[in-house]
């Protein structure tokens, strides 16, 4: 079975500076789908970032990015420019393509704090 | 389009009650997941079901755990005779007819929180 870990429970980055969350995990497949996750205080998860294992380069979206490292089986999160609102718990999470709907394995989670 | 939607936001039960928690997906989704989230954890699987159809139910506890999805109405999460251990956040996420797929991830709704006293 897959499983994610994320090695940080909490992290801290000052206002405006760049964080780096890593995640690892372990799978047999040599296609699945990674994710970043964040969920803020309100409860609601929302989608940060996407990555498929095929694709070499490294998905950005905005602030953040990711480095994909697949033989190592790393996909950590950079966060850049943090701003006050990026504080939230951020979960990775891996999925498997071998069919249509396999539920996501996520990562017990790190916690941002950002201090002004 | 309105997202998925949980109800209630907030549920408080005594040990030995029942728990039912609501779940509509999002307008045109059809295929509903439930998970939950222990404090300090990450979101762990419990059951996927469509349309009058249970998928995988291998996250689900063997007893006093069950999921509904009726051709009308929401998604039910039940749990009968609540204990302690149950309190948690239970998340519900839904996905198109199709599946969920890289240009298409799970929508979560914003989960309920049950506290068992």
């Known amino acids: 079975a897959q499983t994610v870990t994320q090695s940080q429970p909490e992290m801290s980055v000052q206002e405006a500076e760049t964080v780096t969350l890593s995640c690892t995990y372990d799978t047999s497949e040599s296609d699945y789908y990674l994710f970043w996750y964040k969920q803020p205080p309100s409860r609601q998860m929302i989608l940060v970032i996407r990555q498929e294992a095929y694709k070499q380069q490294n998905a950005t979206e905005n602030r953040f990015s990711v480095n994909f490292q697949k033989a190592a089986k790393s996909f950590s999160l950079k966060i850049s420019d943090s701003q006050l609102g990026d504080a939230a718990m951020y979960f990775c999470?891996?999925?498997?393509?071998?069919?249509?709907?396999?539920?996501?394995?996520f990562g017990k989670g790190t916690r941002l704090s950002v201090i002004a | 389009n309105a997202g998925v939607m949980q109800n209630p936001r907030h549920l408080v039960r005594r040990r030995g009650q029942e728990a039912r928690l609501r779940c509509s997906p999002m307008k045109g989704h059809s295929h509903v997941y439930w998970y939950r989230q222990l404090p300090e954890e990450g979101l762990k699987f419990m059951v996927y079901?469509?349309?009058?159809?249970?998928?995988?139910e291998s996250g689900m506890p063997k007893e006093r755990f069950s999921a509904e999805f009726p051709k009308e109405g929401p998604s039910i999460l039940r749990i009968q005779q609540v204990v302690r251990g149950d309190s948690a956040a239970y998340f519900c996420?839904?996905?198109?007819?199709?599946?969920?797929?890289?240009?298409?991830?799970?929508?979560f709704g914003n989960g309920t929180r049950l506290t068992v006293t």
């Open positions: 999470a891996y999925r498997s393509p071998n069919s249509g709907n396999t539920p996501l394995v």
């Open positions: 996420a839904s996905s198109p007819q199709d599946g969920f797929s890289y240009n298409s991830p799970l929508h």
């Open positions: 079901l469509q349309k009058e159809n249970i998928i995988d």
